[in-house]
């Protein structure tokens, strides 16, 4: 008898490519506009980090789709596992919102959306001062619910791994190129 | 990692749990330590864009939905003839030989929307190039021949150093003449923004793009920059506005241009600069004799009040470039950027009031 027990390997790779560009995006963002010297420098990385995080949350939510995550421990109590599920949907929430916000905050603002070189997205909205002001604002506020969310995030994960030891971080933290792995061969 | 779903939780002691618990406390402290850091909260005497911005603000009065500075102007539009020959150092589209639509804005330096004109005042000209595919040429240049300050800093110390003493109205001489001891670069900079020819309008003016930047072309040879606006003719050089024509040096090129229907016209000059040319400090003129190239002819051939003109609600912000066109190690470029954008955002969202200059009405206030 076999039962997922870790996430498929597209999914980790999705996971931890994800992790990287977003805690990088929180550090870039918050950095950016409080800086002078380093601010252009940054947020010329920001808006293609930004796309780059909507496309692949666009494809991570495909593949989830396809490769469900392994089940919950049974024994979790239902409140941690509401927990869990709220946690989710409010990091997916936000991996779409922020970069969309911030899209639409440039259009706004009449900026162009510059990307690499010569490539520019088009704008979607068209220019809005009030709009462009109020987009801006809930950018940042959403970026800050990003980084509590993250940080709940790290918080239970690590609960998980060294804690509880229920099975919940290896799912994720794992290397093994296994799927399903044989009930009885765990300990 | 293996996967352990056996929920040994109650075999950990109790020391080891709080131990585990106090690692993740310390992990989570770390990251939001870190956080506050990246964000400047753990270095509130930092400069940042806010504070140049605030200070702005404080020193000028807060005019909502206004630049912070260069608050008083009128929008323009009209067309970029590129004649060609600046392709062969940048690669950008907008120096092929062709037309690019151009929309802009002139405007006197200073935070006071309704200031009277002046003679003496800076004049600027901000001008948005808007290439096919998306892509934007934005600059803002001035009619001086050098930037007054090298540094972030140092432009927000001439600000304070600058700010009318509230007894007298003037800035105060003791500290004006301790921002030029401890900014000798400065004080040679004003020396030649002072010693200027001032023209007797916007329309024949020169504006420069004082920063330097860098032009790459199509084989990836870069070359360092400034650019400029010149008139065409050669301007005059100018009178005093009648004293109690508030708004003439605006109305002056709005009869010009609106009125009379005699488009402005520039040429863009490019010069390029030799490699031991500076190209991180604004204060610091180029030599003369440096290799330039005519770009093209710049045309405004309409003026108009802010609001009905679209300029109000745009960020000339002086990085916003197409490829071929690159930021120099200039510090005030990235500095500009950043404190536009905050003076943008904070305007956008105010309450808009009519600008001292309009044309949709026909008035002025």
Redesign the interface.
């Known amino acids: 008898m076999t039962r997922p027990?870790?996430f498929t390997l597209a999914s980790r790779i999705l996971h931890w490519t994800m992790a990287a560009l977003i805690i990088a995006m929180?550090?870039i963002g918050?950095?950016?506009?409080?800086?002078?010297?380093?601010?252009?420098?940054l947020?010329s990385i920001h808006q293609p980090i930004g796309i780059a995080i909507l496309a692949l949350a666009a494809i991570r939510l495909i593949n989830r789709l396809f490769n469900p995550p392994p089940p919950l421990?049974a024994?979790m109590p239902r409140l941690q596992k509401l927990a869990a599920k709220a946690s989710h949907v409010a990091l997916y929430g936000l991996m779409f919102a922020l970069p969309l916000v911030g899209w639409a905050m440039l259009s706004a603002?009449?900026?162009?959306?510059?990307l690499f070189?010569?490539?520019?997205?088009?704008?979607l909205l068209s220019?809005d001062?009030?709009l462009?002001?109020?987009l801006?604002?809930v950018h940042g506020v959403l970026a800050y619910g990003l980084?509590a969310a993250f940080?709940l995030h790290?918080?239970a994960a690590?609960?998980h791994?060294?804690?509880?030891?229920?099975?919940v971080?290896?799912?994720m933290?794992?290397?093994?190129f296994r799927r399903r792995?044989p009930q009885n061969s765990?300990? | 990692?293996?996967?352990?779903?056996?929920?040994?939780?109650g075999r950990?002691p109790k020391r080891a749990?709080a131990l585990?618990?106090g690692?993740?406390a310390a992990?989570?402290c770390a990251?939001?330590a870190?956080?506050a850091y990246?964000?400047?909260w753990l270095s509130p005497g930092?400069?940042?864009?806010?504070r140049?911005v605030d200070t702005f603000e404080r020193i000028n009065g807060r005019h909502d939905g206004f630049r912070r500075n260069h608050a008083k102007g009128v929008c323009v539009s009209g067309v970029f003839q590129s004649s060609g020959a600046a392709a062969p150092l940048s690669k950008a589209?907008v120096f092929r030989a062709g037309e690019t639509p151009v929309t802009g804005r002139f405007a006197l330096a200073g935070g006071r929307p309704y200031a009277a004109d002046a003679t003496a005042t800076v004049r600027s000209l901000a001008l948005r190039f808007q290439l096919p595919?998306?892509?934007?040429w934005r600059t803002g240049m001035n009619d001086i021949p050098v930037f007054p300050v090298s540094t972030?800093a140092a432009f927000q110390e001439q600000l304070i150093a600058s700010a009318p003493d509230p007894a007298t109205g003037k800035p105060d001489p003791a500290r004006m003449a301790a921002f030029f001891a401890a900014h000798p670069e400065s004080a040679k900079a004003v020396a030649l923004i002072k010693a200027r020819v001032v023209m007797s309008g916007f329309a024949d003016d020169t504006f420069n793009s004082l920063n330097a930047f860098r032009f790459r072309n199509d084989d990836g040879a870069v070359s360092s920059v400034r650019w400029a606006v010149v008139p065409i003719p050669t301007g005059t050089v100018g009178e005093p506005a009648p004293a109690d024509d508030k708004n003439g040096l605006f109305e002056a090129l709005i009869k010009r241009v609106n009125a009379d229907g005699a488009p402005a016209r520039w040429r863009l000059v490019v010069t390029v600069g030799a490699p031991e040319d500076p190209t991180n400090d604004a204060t610091l003129p180029w030599p003369a004799g440096r290799r330039t190239v005519d770009a093209g002819t710049l045309v405004i051939d309409h003026v108009e009040g802010e609001a009905e003109g679209?300029c109000r609600?745009?960020?000339f912000d002086p990085?916003?470039l197409?490829?071929?066109i690159e930021?120099s190690d200039d510090?005030l470029?990235?500095?500009r950027?950043?404190?536009y954008?905050r003076s943008?955002?904070?305007?956008?969202?105010?309450p808009?009031a009519a600008s001292a200059v309009a044309t949709l009405t026909g008035g002025t206030r």
């Open positions: 027990v870790v929180l550090f918050v950095a950016m506009v409080a800086s002078l010297s380093n601010y252009h420098r947020v421990p024994d603002g009449d900026y162009p959306i510059d070189g010569s490539w520019a997205l088009p704008r220019p001062p009030m462009h002001a109020w801006r604002r980084f940080l790290l918080a690590l609960l791994g060294l804690i509880l030891r229920d099975g971080f290896g799912s933290a794992t290397l093994s792995v765990r300990s | 990692m293996t996967s352990d779903r056996t929920g040994e939780a950990l749990i585990r618990l690692a993740i992990t989570l990251t939001t870190a956080f990246a964000g400047g930092a400069l940042t864009p806010a140049i589209s595919g998306g892509e934007e972030p679209r609600d745009v960020n990085l916003i197409p490829a071929g930021p510090p470029l990235s500095a950027s950043a404190a954008a943008f955002t904070r305007r956008e969202g105010e808009k």
